[in-house]
T-cell receptor
């Protein structure tokens, strides 16, 4: 079966750093996506990791360990506008559709 | 570049009524997806099209849900008859369709928020 686990909620302070973890179990594995979803809006693409390691993109970085079935999204210099849900989605092998986690609702407070 | 368009944005119906949603993907995107997202959950794939063919509809409740993409461009999703548990946001997404679907970035539309009373 396919399973994605991520924390339901997190709170962090403006200007701080937060790490959102995601573990996955899928039948085969191609790569892992992170999407951001503001309340009432559509998910928007943040990152896609295929190889092990850290990929940095501005204030956001994403890490993948294929052997551990683990990924995290790192957000630096948090801003109020970063308050949103962050969806982890794993791509099983072949043409099997993405499997989304339930999302982590991040609240950034002053 | 225009994004994925969906209509209507909101719909309120009574149980046992019918409802239809429309989606126009990004121009040139061969793959189109319909997702159901219940409050507090991640999106769940209902159906995936490659051009006008169905690639995956294993999670589509076929006794009440149907979808088509007749000309390989825009698509409609229908629910008939609706149940209370169908209250959710219905998201349409598209991707280029040149690679394995699970490896392509998907671009989502704004969604249709359905409330069944």
């Amino acid at each position: 079966g396919q399973n994605i686990d991520q924390p339901t909620e997190m709170t962090a302070t403006e200007g701080a750093i937060v790490q959102i973890n995601c573990t996955y179990q899928t039948s085969g594995f191609n790569g892992l996506f992170w999407y951001q979803q503001h309340a009432g809006e559509a998910p928007t693409f943040l990152s896609y990791n295929v190889l092990d390691g850290l990929e940095e993109k501005g204030r956001f970085s994403s890490f993948l360990s294929r052997s551990k079935g683990y990924s995290y999204l790192l957000l630096k210099e948090l801003q109020m506008k970063d308050s949103a849900s962050y969806l982890c989605a794993a791509s099983p092998s072949g043409n099997t559709p993405l499997v989304f986690g339930k999302g982590t609702r991040l609240s950034v407070i002053a | 570049e225009a994004g994925v368009a969906q209509s209507p944005r909101y719909k309120i119906i009574e149980k046992r009524q019918s409802v239809a949603f429309w989606c126009n993907p990004i121009s040139g995107h061969a793959t189109l997806y319909w997702y159901q997202q219940i409050l507090g959950q991640g999106p769940k794939l209902l159906i995936q099209f490659q051009n006008n063919g169905v690639v995956d509809d294993s999670q589509l409740p076929k006794d009440r849900f149907s979808a088509e993409r007749l000309k390989g461009v825009d698509s409609t999703l229908k629910i008939q008859p609706a149940k209370l548990e169908d209250s959710a946001v219905y998201l349409c997404a598209s991707s280029l369709g040149t690679d394995w679907a699970g490896q392509e970035t998907q671009y989502f539309g704004p969604g249709t928020r359905l409330l069944v009373l």
